[in-house]
């Protein structure tokens, strides 16, 4: 006979967190820390001929800027001076359920039309954007196509994404942050163009993205 759980409740996964790497250690090190152990902790000096590094990420390493601290300038010769290792380990948190929102709503097209400029690229230059923005979106708003539209990294994106272009509320391209220079120059080119990806479902996330950014 089954058992009843009247308490039971439903859980879903919204991620998974990896456990944090571990360093590979050099025998040399391995048997200072196994002697310093079996001493109270004593200081152990390492006999060799280099010093074992760990190397931590900062914001300054994620990013090409030209300074800060742990980055680098430019000598006279033209090339930059950097210290350590050219790559860093970094934990990061994957999107569990990207891959299958693009699968769904582009299926296996090879060649996508950007929702904003219109222009159709090939399929990787094309991002499944989030409408309203992913991080404040509840768990159903996530899993919804209506709040995925088709943005090309060749600026449209971007502009969406920061809130330079909006879609108003009759389905039209507008200009919703102050820009100028070239910035503005690419905003104008897509102002008055009609949002293919506009329509009764996807409004209601238009529309929180055009509040968002007032």
């Not at 759980?5 to 391995?30: A, C, F, H, I, K």
């Not at 039309?113 to 992913?134: D, E, M, N, Q, W």
């Not at 919804?144 to 449209?156: F, P, T």
Request: with cysteine; charged share 30%; net charge negative.
């Amino acid at each position: 006979m089954g058992t009843e759980y009247s308490n039971r409740v439903d859980v879903q996964v919204l991620y998974d967190v990896r456990p944090p790497e571990t360093v590979r250690l050099e025998g040399e090190v391995l048997e200072a820390l196994r002697l310093s152990a079996n001493t109270q902790g004593r200081p152990v000096p390492v006999a060799i001929d280099h010093a074992p590094r760990i190397d931590f990420a900062t914001d300054a390493d994620a990013g090409d800027g030209d300074g800060g601290a742990g980055g680098g300038h430019e000598d006279g010769d033209g090339t930059l001076d950097h210290v350590g290792p050219f790559d860093v380990l970094a934990e990061v948190l994957r999107r569990r359920e990207q891959r299958k929102l693009r699968k769904k709503k582009f299926g296996d097209a090879t060649a996508l039309c950007c929702a904003l400029c219109g222009r159709t690229f090939p399929a990787r230059l094309v991002r499944a954007a989030h409408i309203k923005r992913r991080a404040e979106c509840a768990p159903d708003e996530l899993l919804d196509l209506n709040n995925i539209m088709a943005a090309c990294v060749m600026g449209c994106d971007e502009m969406f994404e920061h809130g330079y272009v909006a879609v108003a509320g009759d389905g039209l391209i507008i200009s919703h942050r102050l820009a100028d220079g070239d910035l503005a120059t690419a905003v104008n080119a897509i102002t008055g163009d009609r949002c293919v990806a506009h329509n009764p479902r996807s409004a209601r996330y238009f529309g929180w993205h055009r509040n968002f950014w007032r």
